[in-house]
């Protein structure tokens, strides 16, 4: 039974196929939950949810030590390579619902590689998905995972030269999402501290929004 000074926060990995979805689960969880490797068609057919175990050293509450637990849900990348926008909506929707409908979705990552440009009408499409399973609100439970971040910072440059260089369309995004945005690198496994530190930038975008939770089924 987990303790009850333990916090678990609800996360889901969204975006486009490639982008890095998987692997940035895996990062997030520390573990090799979800099937990541380079491949000429959309790996992830499917939803799944992983668990990471209890993580010790980033919080405290009621001026005691607490354990993390992260859950991550993996979702099909759009445009997929075998399923439609709606199949791709639809499943999502369901996943969301069966996953977090009693405890809610803390965050919404949406994952974009570093090293591509942003093109508003991807943008755009990213965005409509986001809206329909999110709602009117999706903004305050949305933050950018910029991922591929080694291949921008072996390029020279920095992540404030990156974004001084990005597309109108990536600002843009970043900006309606208040700046929640985090780099990460894509190697096979990110070091402890690394993973702290994200974990870390993302209890504060949590703890900045009051802990408000999405999706969340009140019981009848």
């Known amino acids: ?8 926060i609800n996360l889901v990995v969204l975006g486009k196929t490639q982008t890095g979805k998987s692997a940035a689960g895996n990062s997030l969880l520390g573990s090799s939950d979800f099937e990541s490797h380079l491949c000429p068609s959309s790996v992830t057919s499917c939803c799944s949810l992983g668990r990471s175990g209890r993580i010790l050293g980033l919080m405290r509450r009621n001026g005691y030590e607490s ?7 993996d979702t099909p990348g759009y445009p997929h390579s075998a399923l439609s926008k709606v199949q791709v909506r639809d499943m999502v ?7 977090f409908g009693e405890e809610g979705l803390h965050l919404a990552l949406l994952v974009l590689r570093a090293d591509l440009p942003l093109c508003p009408d991807e943008s755009n499409d990213t965005v409509q998905l986001i809206q329909e399973l999110l709602g009117p609100t999706w903004k305050d439970f949305t933050a950018v995972l910029l991922t591929h971040a080694d291949k ?4 020279g440059y920095s992540e404030e030269t990156y974004l001084h260089s990005v597309s109108s369309t990536l600002l843009s995004l970043l900006t309606s999402v208040e700046h929640k945005y985090i780099f990460l690198d894509n190697h096979n496994s990110i070091i402890k501290e690394e993973r702290n530190t994200v974990l870390r930038k993302l209890l504060n975008f949590i703890q ?10 009140s019981k009848e």
């Open 152 to 155: 921008a910072e072996e390029a």
């Open 208 to 217: 900045k929004n009051n802990y408000r939770v999405l999706l969340k089924h």
């Open 93 to 99: 929707r369901a996943a969301l619902a069966q996953h």
């Open 67 to 73: 354990a993390l637990r992260v859950r991550v849900l």
């Open 1 to 8: 039974m987990a303790d009850s000074n333990d916090m678990t």
